[in-house]
């Protein structure tokens, strides 16, 4: 979200490693304000990739058919990197629908990454 005077310029949905990265910059200009700064503890604690691997990992989930055009669920996927199907299930709404080979190729996906990261 981009904005001027307190008026939202712009919107796009962002990674939480992009979020962090914002909010560093920000905070090298000047103090964050108290939500900013909530929200930088929240990333701190739960953005788990580095850039390359948010990069590599949206990439491949853009792969699959039943995502390709859906950012929002993308970044989602790759802020919790779900490794169960389960908790897969619960991210993706039900007007999408995945196949079952594009559920599984996800959870590959993800445990992939979690594993770098645990």
């Known amino acids: 979200m981009i904005m001027s005077d307190d008026k939202v310029v712009e919107m796009e949905p962002v990674t939480l490693y992009k ?11 000047k103090e964050l304000t108290y939500e900013q700064d909530l929200t930088m503890k929240y990333v701190e604690k739960f953005a788990k990739l580095t850039e390359k691997q948010t990069d590599d990992l949206v990439k491949a989930l ?3 058919e039943s995502l390709k055009e859906q950012q929002e669920i993308i970044f989602e996927i790759v802020t919790v990197l ?5 908790q897969l299930q619960l ?12 559920l599984a190729a996800v959870v590959e996906l993800t445990k992939k990454y979690a594993d770098k990261v645990e």
């Open 19 to 29: 979020v962090k990265e914002i909010l560093k910059a920000r905070k090298d200009e």
């Open 62 to 64: 853009g792969e699959i």
């Open 82 to 86: 779900p490794t169960r199907l389960e």
């Open 91 to 102: 991210i993706i709404p039900k007007s999408i629908t995945p196949t079952d080979e594009e």
